[in-house]
Structure formats: C-alpha cells, structure tokens
C-alpha cells in the first residue's frame, strides 16, 4: 500500500481502470458479434478514434483551466467545408498549404472564443454556446447549401484516410492515427514539461490564486482557446478527408463526443486535474462503444447521443465518489508510517 | 510607505498613513476590523492603487501596478487562507511564480531546488506530494517558502495564525524568525495580543484608516495598544435609554457546533438588546445562523418563551418566531433584482397567495407600503427594484422583510455595516423602538461604540468562545476589547504563551477544496 501510494497517483489508478474498461468491452462485444476481432474493427475505430482525439486533446487544455468549448463541433465542420470548398476550386494546392489554412482557420476562431472568455469575462458556457451557433450559421450561409464532393477532391486527399503507414498483418496504422498519436505525445509533453502546461492546472486548479500568485491568467487562458481552435480545425481537415463528402451539417453535435471523451478520460470539468493521455483513453472508449453498439444491437443513431449524455454523468459520477475517496486513502497512508518510524522526532508538518 | 490615502465610495479607508518597514524587523499591525490593514495590504500588493501617497523601497520610490510585479520587486503576501493549487504539488507551488527559469520544466532541478528550501526552514515535507490533503500549517508553510523562492524583501502575513494551532504558531513562528535573521522586513497582523507582543519589535496601531501609534515593542503595553485601536467616543451614537426588562424569551445553554464554537450560554429577555461583541473570527455569526437554524447547532439548549426547541431550519426558526437579518445584504440578504415589495414578502408568501397560489400583489404592495412608511424608506415606490437603494435604505427593507415575519426574537447581524451616518442613526432608532415593543433583540457588531450605545447586556466571543457577558455599567470599550482580545479582565501579564494557548478549533479536513 505504501509503496502504491508514493508511486501512483489516484489519477494513474483512473486511466489504469479506463484501458480495463476498454479491454472488458472490446471481449464483451467480442462474444456478441460474429466476426468482431477483425482488423476492419480495429481500422474503423482507431480512424473514427484519432479525429475525434485530436479535437479532444484542445478540449482537455482549456477544460483544465475551468473553462470549456462547445463550438469545437462547429469549428471542425466550419474548416472541413471551408478548405474543401477551396481545395475543390484548386486543386493544384499543397497538402501543406491545406493543413495550415485549416489550423489558422481554426485557430482564428478560438481566438475569438477566448478573448470573449478570459478579456471579456463572459461565462466560456455562454460565450462558446454562442458561437457553437454563429459558426454554424456563418457557414450555413457561406455554403449556399452546397456540398463538397469526394469527386471535386485531389486524389492524395482522398487517399489519406485509407494511407497506410506500416502495417501488422492485416492491422493497418493509418497515417490519420500516427498523427493523432503525435499530437497526443506532443500535448501531453507540453503538459508536463512546459511551464505554459502547468499554468493551465494551476489557473484550474485555483484561479483567484493563480491571480494572486501573480501569473498571467487571462494569456494563458486565450492560448488555450486558441489552441484548441486549432487543433479542431486540424481535425476539421482529417474530418475533410476521411468523408470527403462535406455538408453544412458536418461534425454537427461532435461537441458532446469530445466533451465526453475528455471527461469520461478523468480531465476534471471544474479544472485543475487531468492528462491528454486520459482523454485518449476517453475517446478510445467512446469510439468503440458508439462502433460496437451500432454493430451489436443495430441501434440508431439517435440511441447514440444517449448512451454519450449516461457515459458524461458515470464518469463525472465516479470522478465525485471514487476519485476522492482513493486522494483521502493517499492522505492517509502518507500520514501512517512517519508517526510510527519517527515518534520522537519534531513534529513533521504533514497531514 | 509616505501619506497613502485611499477611499471606496463613502468610506476613507486609509487617510495620509505613512509607515516605515526596516531589513530584519518584525512590524506588527493593529487595528479593529476596519481600521485599514487589508486595504493597506492590498495597495503594497498592487492590487489597489493607492488615490495619493507612495511607496518607497530602499528610498526609490516604486509603482505597483500587479501582483506580478510587486513580486517582482520582492513584495509578498501570506494570507489566512492559503492561496495554494490543490492540484499541483509542494515544489510547484513553491515556484509557480517564477519566470527566469525559462519555459521548459526541468522536475528534477524543481524538485532539488524545492527540498533546498524547505532544508533551509527546517521544515521536512515531501516536495512530491499533492498540495490537496496537507494541513493549513503545511500549506501556509509552503507559502512561506514560496515567498523565500522569490527572494522576498518584504513579507506581509495577514492573520497568518488565524487557523492553526498552538504548536503549528510556535513552528510559524520559528520560520518567521529565521526570515528575520535573513533580512526580510515583515509585516505581521494578528488579532491575537500575545502574538503581537511575543515576536513583533515593533508596534504600529490603526483606527479608522489613520495611523494612531507606532513605538518599539518595549515601550508599548497590551493595555495602550488597545486604548489605541478603540478610542472612539460614544457620544455620537444614539443612545438608549435603559429600557424595561420583560419577561425571559430565550435561555441557550451549552449551544456548540463542531468546528465552529462551543459552550455558549446567555439568556434574552423581552424588550432586550443583547450584543454581541468580538473580533472577525470571533463566531458570533456561527451563533446566529444556529439560533435560525442555518447551520443547526449539535449540542447545546435552546429554550424559547418557555418551551424548548430544537431548531432545524429556517423554515422551522420562522415558525417559532425567531428572524435572523444577514450581514450579507447581497448575497443572503435581498434579491436585488425584485421589487421592494416582493422582498419584503418573501418569507412570508404564503400568506399573500391566492387559493390557487397565485400572489395577491395589492395585499404585498399595502404591507410593503406600510413598513416604507414606518422605517423612513427612501424610495418613491415599493415596487422599486431592490438593487437601486442606497446600503441603509436596503438594510431597512431587510428588517421590513423580517419584521413582516412578526418574529418575538430577532437576530441582527452588522445592521450597520456599510451604510452612512443618518441611516445608521435610523436603523438604531428602529432597533431602540423594536425593543420597546417586547422584541428580543441580539445584535451582532464589530463597531463596538454601537454595541455599548445599543444594548443592555454585552456579550463577548473570542474564537469560537464565550469570554465573558458585560453589564452596561461593567462594559467599556476597555473591557471589551480586552476580552475580544483572548485576556481576563485585570488580568494585567500576558504571560500566556502560544504553546499554552490551543486552538480548540483546528482546521477540519472539510474546509479544504473538494472537487465535485
């Protein structure tokens, strides 16, 4: 027990219990579901898995400082019609050129978000509840009810949802899931090792603190937006390139996939706690419960949004109950054998 | 610091002060609530600009815009509550304001360089651990060091021993005298007298927003320092006659709660005041919200015009006829947005409803028109929003609120606090007339002229404690501040030292920040 305690983190024992439930999920449906350990499974939820994972790692950092971003969904589809639309019209434009126009657009509209949030100081609910809707419409109105094409696309955007980076017998590593794994190492790199990352825990974590500590709160806040603008509008892209086939509505409600994922992967909602690998984990299990239940009980797509709405209350549910349980165990077991090895020893100051 | 003035709206909250910090001196700071200290703090902090006046450090004169940069120039504050990131742990809270180490963490250094610090304090405390879970004491040490990191020049400590206990002050206290060998000007306020006299070298006192004395330790007595804080006279106030005592409304005996206060026993009788005198953190508001059963006392009896009661609720306080009047005009008091009338209503809505439950407006806007008339209140309409009153006008449509509920007791808690002269003078007229009428009165106070001119019997707390109840002819701002202050009266060495001295209240866990 002693020994747990001072290398594992009640935040460690979550995401351990995460990859459990994936396992214990993926064996369940795997006795229900003739033919479910194919590698068509495995490439069908790991390139559903990786959009939705990029989006939720900017999800994660401006959770963790208490805020949230609910027009992430609006930001995705917003980037996906709009760099289709211009790829179609050019279809003589880099890959490169495609993939930044796609993370400034993004990143443009977190920008806004974010000033509104941490220089405005309007409630992130309401401010990206907001533009969750002006995005949309903005685009709904840009389109004139058009739609991108597969056909209108260059054929190595087409192409690069099924591109392969190497693969293992029949599973494929598609080149959309190397690049959400990078940016997962990446952020959760940053996280760890950059000041800027432990900014956002601290902001989180305690905000009249962070202010009074003196730290630039309100920058740190709007990079967050802006960064997570960013990386939808990166997921917006993978987005265009996974269905080619773009309309107004597209990632439409993708905002409660990404919020769940990031919740159900132990970020807390109130801040301060939380890592990208854990929205990972999150995503990785929504992708395969939304994947497999649609295959198990042919349920709708509308069956779907409620299981995520039961997934979002579980797991903030256990985060209120077992999380705090397991911290107050660690107190605890960090307070035991100091008093017994040094009884006469000045009082250490410690719980 | 040279003539700092600051005002907020009505108030001076501090008028031409002009203070003297020196390397390796611990200065205490004195005053009642109110006198200054906080704003003071707030302006060497950066987060008040100060309306005139400057600060000097090391003779050059120093503009403070953020905490940031107050930090910058070694400025630091410690306050009673500790301002740490429960979800980081101790070495990162100890350098969470560092800039020069550049962008890149490197744990390993952060970790050395936490230990370093902490070895120098003397303190062991394991630099891995979450910040959630550790004590106050921990936690306010990990300040400490925080300040160290920054290499602090001046510290200022606000109630730092507010929350602890007798052996974490003396472990506080060991810290600060280490500073003190290091150089660091310290800034030390207390409420606790013999604090005061056992580290401070020297002693400056405040009141009312003005400096009244500052001297070396050694030609300052505890009996001065508080002849300094109080000094108001009595005579402004509106004084009331020594009314008829009626019959016993309330007997409390033994009323505690856990971790809040214990052992307090008073009688009201009708047609009395009884005040309630102390210092913040004294809990005479813990008192009140028990009596209105906000917080529910777990020992204690309560005994009500002859019949004991165990009060549950407000809802069941109301019924007994007990009302409570906040402190806290905007948050718990009134809701600003809604019509005078409709506040006044309130508690009372079931009386003004329809059979199918819909309100009775004209019946709400005559008993709201009757109390306007009654209190004086300033208003053109009762069916004017609440928020657009001035502070005294709100408070007199707080007492309507209650004084609607027709109660036998009534609880008031700081029914001046905030508002100017003439209201004040209203609201004690009110509360002399009320009790003329047969109302129990407690009235809960910090401005202790108030309290003598009000009430016929003073009752004093010190930190959860009852210290003694006063006479009118035994109460004199004397006596009471002594008592507030934690010394028996003509008791004159203040020989008690912290380690005799336990907290009977240490922090409990469920205080600390719990995510949900």
């Known amino acids: ?351 | 610091m040279r003539r700092i003035s600051k005002r907020f709206d009505a108030t001076q909250a501090l008028d031409d002060v002009s203070l003297a910090l020196y390397p390796g001196e611990i200065h205490a700071l004195l005053g009642e609530n109110g006198a200054g200290k906080s704003t003071l703090i707030k302006i060497m902090t950066g987060i008040h600009q100060p309306d005139q006046g400057e600060i000097l450090l090391d003779g050059q004169p120093l503009r403070v815009g953020s905490t940031a940069e107050a930090q910058a120039r070694g400025i630091a504050a410690i306050y009673q509550e500790p301002m740490i990131f429960p979800d980081l742990n101790v070495a990162e809270n100890i350098f969470i304001s560092h800039r020069q180490n550049g962008p890149l963490l490197r744990w390993g250094k952060l970790y050395r360089d936490a230990e370093d610090i902490l070895a120098r304090l003397g303190v062991r405390l394991d630099v891995r651990m979450p910040a959630r879970g550790l004590t106050l004491a921990a936690q306010q040490t990990v300040e400490i060091a925080k300040a160290i990191s920054l290499q602090v020049r001046v510290l200022i400590m606000d109630e730092p021993t507010a929350s602890l206990s007798a052996h974490e002050v003396a472990q506080l206290f060991k810290l600060v005298k280490t500073l003190r060998q290091e150089g660091v000007a310290i800034l030390f306020i207390s409420h606790r007298m013999e604090e005061v006299f056992e580290i401070a070298d020297r002693v400056t006192v405040f009141r009312d927003g003005r400096l009244v004395s500052t001297a070396p330790r050694a030609e300052v007595t505890p009996e001065r320092a508080i002849r300094d804080m109080v000094g108001r006279t009595v005579e402004d106030f509106f004084a009331r006659g020594a009314a008829e005592r009626g019959e016993l409304l309330l007997s409390v005996r033994g009323l505690g709660r856990a971790n809040a206060f214990a052992n307090v026993s008073f009688d009201v009788y009708h047609g009395e005041v009884l005040g309630f005198a102390g210092l913040i953190g004294a809990r005479r508001t813990d008192v009140g919200l028990a009596l209105f059963g906000v917080e529910p006392a777990d020992t204690g009896e309560v005994v009500l015009d002859g019949q004991p009661v165990h009060i549950r609720s407000p809802e069941h306080a109301l019924k007994l006829g007990i009302a409570y009047v906040t402190e806290d005009r905007r948050q718990l008091g009134l809701t600003m947005p809604m019509s005078i009338a409709a506040n006044i209503s309130l508690p009372m809505l079931r009386e003004y409803l329809t059979r199918l439950g819909l309100v009775r407006r004209g019946h709400e806007a005559a008993a709201a028109e009757r109390y306007r008339q009654r209190l004086a209140i300033r208003a053109p309409s009762v069916q004017l929003e609440a928020g657009k009153l001035s502070g005294g006008n709100q408070q007199k449509v707080m007492l309507s609120k209650w004084l609607n509920a027709r109660p036998r007791l009534l609880i008031l808690d700081e029914p001046t606090r905030g508002i100017d002269v003439g209201a004040k003078a209203e609201v004690h007229h009110i509360i002399g007339e009320l009790a003329a009428q047969g109302l129990g009165i407690i009235l809960i106070s910090s401005d202790l002229p108030e309290v003598l001119a009000m009430s016929d019997r003073v009752l004093v707390m010190r930190e959860g404690r009852q210290m003694g109840i006063f006479s009118r002819a035994e109460a004199t701002q004397e006596t009471i501040m002594t008592a507030a202050m934690g010394q028996a009266p003509g008791d004159g060495g203040w020989g008690l030292g912290a380690g005799e001295h336990p907290n009977p209240y240490p922090p409990s866990p469920s205080r600390q920040q719990e995510h949900l």
């Open chain 1, 1 to 351: 027990m002693r020994w747990m305690t001072r290398h594992v983190r009640p935040e460690q024992i979550r995401e351990l219990s995460l990859v459990l439930l994936i396992v214990m999920a993926v064996l369940f449906f795997g006795s229900q579901i003739e033919g479910y350990y194919s590698a068509r499974t495995f490439n069908r939820i790991s390139t559903g898995a990786a959009i939705l994972a990029v989006v939720a790692v900017g999800q994660t950092l401006v959770v963790l400082t208490r805020n949230i971003d609910l027009s992430v969904g609006s930001i995705v589809g917003f980037t996906a019609y709009f760099v289709g639309t211009q790829i179609a019209r050019n279809n003589e434009m880099t890959p490169l050129l495609a993939v930044l126009m796609a993370i400034g657009l993004g990143a443009a509209m977190g920008l806004i978000n974010g000033l509104l949030v941490s220089y405005g100081k309007v409630p992130a609910i309401i401010v990206t509840l907001g533009t969750l809707a002006i995005y949309r419409t903005i685009l709904v109105d840009y389109s004139g009810a058009k739609t991108v094409t597969t056909d209108s696309l260059p054929a190595w955007l087409v192409n690069l949802s099924s591109a392969n980076l190497f693969k293992i017998g029949q599973i494929e590593i598609r080149v959309v899931v190397a690049i959400a794994v990078a940016i997962v190492i990446l952020f959760q790199l940053v996280l760890a090792y950059l000041r800027f990352g432990r900014r956002l825990y601290a902001i989180g974590s305690n905000p009249e603190a962070a202010r009074i500590a003196g730290l630039p709160a309100q920058r740190t806040v709007l990079i967050a937006y802006i960064l997570c603008g960013a990386l939808a509008g990166l997921g917006g892209f993978l987005f265009l390139a996974r269905f080619g086939t773009i309309t107004v509505v597209a990632a439409q409600g993708m905002e409660l996939e990404v919020v769940a994922a990031v919740v159900v992967g132990g970020v807390n909602i109130f801040g301060g706690l939380g890592t990208v690998v854990g929205a990972l984990l999150g995503t990785i299990l929504i992708n395969t419960l939304e994947q497999s239940l649609v295959r198990w009980l042919a349920i709708s797509e509308f069956w779907r949004d409620a299981v995520l709405g039961m997934l979002i209350l579980l797991a903030v549910a256990t985060d209120a109950v077992i999380i705090n349980r397991l911290r107050r165990l660690w107190v605890r077991s960090e307070l035991q054998p100091r008093a017994e090895s040094e009884p006469m020893q000045e009082q250490p100051q410690r719980v």
